[in-house]
């Protein structure tokens, strides 16, 4: 099986496994809004839940992309026994290093929400601070699985690491349907049993794929700094990723009550599409394109970038204009019910639109960073992801002034923007890539077949309109019509690129139905 296909194979797996963990998250949230809408007490709990969370994605992230390649490479130069036990002390590490960050978050709870949580009353502060010193607990138990996580994924043992987090949301969905009475608190310890769960789920799954907790090879300074010494450039990465959330969240919490859980709804419901599939293709591409970098085969790495850059526009500008078009339908038939009204709904589905305008960049920023980090030019992750924090204040100071929340959510898509057209062509420098014209080129058709899809779609709105039939029935019609007028032009307009894309995915249909048949 070739490059392709062995991505393309294990792109599937995470697909799917990433799908129904989706559903899971879809139905927490449905869940969550019925219970709580867009409460101040879910706003305490969204920008509690926030630092640890993203301390543990911010760390975690570059952890696991500077120990892959790291881990690939002891097993490829020595052995496998070495590099498990070399990895088993990285182990023992990286769990005492996260605990004792953890034990400090305990202990500066109350400086961490007074910072992220300024706008809060007394209340929600004192709330926040309790919540807090429960959820950074989150940083140990996360932390101690990152490095059980990097040596499945180097291992590409992509079905165990894609399942493992399935026991979160399993967990938080058991808390807010028994309730126990605890409230708002169902969610703080649906997260924490959850994440401990997942944790020794990798663990388990780690030790029945053979491989060895034990230490016989003598110590290594040197190979244990190495993995120190390659995640801090990384950071930046992350910074881009994550920490932005944990800004957008705390200037937030200076608007009315509400505005905290109104982003977090809209967000997650922007991620999804990003989550199932764009974070499934960077995942799989990530360990191969290592090994292209290793084997110095240039040529196949342009041919990936031109590639992602083109399946990225595929996937995300028509997923704009659906969500664009149909927010306040999606976010009404995913949220509205019990404590989530019409007017939390409507706010919501404004702070969507706002984000979908940057799909493509902020699908972008993940392909992005596993090409700078396979080509162990993490540097200018960093220095880009500190630009890429300040940008976002500084629009989020305008624009929240103008538009409220919304104008929080525009922040990201214009600091994405920014930050992902200035990526691609310091990426098309760092890969010798002479011209970009014929990507560009199926750029074109893709915004051409996309205007198609606009207007069909708001043909058959208006159609439906004269009969007033309700929504439920005209806007699927209306998403399937504009789908394939969107499909129908690309196949007319294609590129050579486009086709070979195309033909990439219908091969792949063709070999899943087969088996799936056969």
């Given at each position: ?16 496994w ?7 998250a ?64 990285l182990?023992?590490?990286?769990t ?18 007074q ?21 950074a ?53 649906g ?44 950071l ?98 995913l ?12 706010q919501?589905?404004?702070t969507?639109?706002c ?6 960049f ?26 890429s ?13 103008l ?50 899809m ?12 004269f ?12 998403a ?25 995915l ?13």
């Amino acid at each position: 099986m070739g490059l392709a296909g062995r991505i393309g194979r294990a792109s599937a797996v995470i697909m799917i496994w990433s799908m129904v963990d989706k559903v899971l998250a879809i139905g927490k949230e449905v869940m969550t809004a019925q219970r709580f809408g867009v409460s101040a007490s879910l706003d305490v709990f969204n920008v509690a839940q926030a630092f640890p969370g993203v301390l543990i994605l911010f760390f975690s992230s570059a952890v696991l992309s500077a120990f892959v390649p790291l881990y690939l490479e002891w097993r490829n130069r020595w052995s496998a026994r070495e590099a498990d036990s070399h990895a088993t002390r990285l182990i023992y590490i990286t769990t005492a290093f996260f605990a004792v960050l953890a034990l400090i978050c305990v202990l500066l709870s109350p400086v961490i929400i007074q910072s992220i949580g300024y706008g809060f009353g007394p209340e929600e502060k004192e709330l926040g601070v309790a919540m807090e010193r429960l959820l950074a607990l989150l940083i140990c138990i996360d932390g101690a699985g990152i490095l059980f996580r990097g040596i499945l994924y180097a291992r590409k043992f992509f079905l165990h690491l894609y399942v493992a987090p399935i026991f979160v949301n399993l967990t938080i969905l058991f808390f807010l349907y028994y309730d126990f009475g605890l409230d708002i608190y169902a969610l703080v310890w649906g997260f924490l049993i959850g994440t401990l769960l997942k944790t020794l789920y990798a663990g388990v799954a780690l030790r029945h794929e053979g491989f060895s907790f034990s230490t016989p090879v003598p110590y290594d300074r040197e190979k244990m700094s190495a993995l120190f010494y390659l995640a801090l450039p990384l950071l930046g990465s992350e910074l881009i990723a994550n920490s932005n959330l944990l800004v957008d969240q705390a200037m937030a919490t200076q608007l009315p009550a509400g505005a905290v859980s109104t982003l977090r709804y809209a967000f997650r419901i922007y991620t999804l599409p990003i989550q199932v599939v764009i974070i499934a293709v960077s995942s799989a591409i990530f360990p191969f394109i290592s090994d292209e970098v290793a084997a110095g085969r240039r040529d196949s790495l342009q041919n990936v970038f031109k590639y992602a850059l083109i399946f990225l526009a595929f996937v995300t500008i028509p997923l704009t204009c659906l969500m664009v078009l149909f927010s306040q339908d999606i976010v009404v038939l995913l949220l509205k019910r019990g404590a989530f009204d019409l007017h939390a709904a409507q706010q919501t589905a404004q702070t969507l639109v706002c984000y979908s305008l940057g799909l493509f960049f902020y699908a972008y920023t993940f392909i992005n960073g596993t090409f700078f980090i396979a080509l162990k030019n993490a540097k200018v992750l960093l220095h880009m992801g500190m630009v890429s924090i300040l940008l976002n204040v500084l629009f989020n100071f305008l624009f929240m002034h103008l538009w409220g929340i919304q104008g929080i959510a525009l922040s990201t898509t214009v600091t994405m923007g920014v930050i992902s057209i200035w990526f691609i062509f310091l990426l098309k420098k760092n890969l010798g890539i002479t011209s970009l014209s014929g990507t560009f080129s199926s750029f074109s058709r893709l915004l051409l077949a996309v205007a198609g899809m606009l207007g069909a779609a708001l043909i058959v709105i208006k159609l439906f309109e004269f009969t007033s039939l309700s929504r439920l029935f005209s806007v699927p019609v209306a998403a399937a019509v504009s789908s394939l007028c969107y499909l129908g032009v690309i196949w007319v307009f294609r590129t050579g690129d486009l086709d070979t894309c195309i033909t990439a995915l219908t091969s792949k249909l063709t070999k899943w139905k087969k088996a799936r048949f056969n």
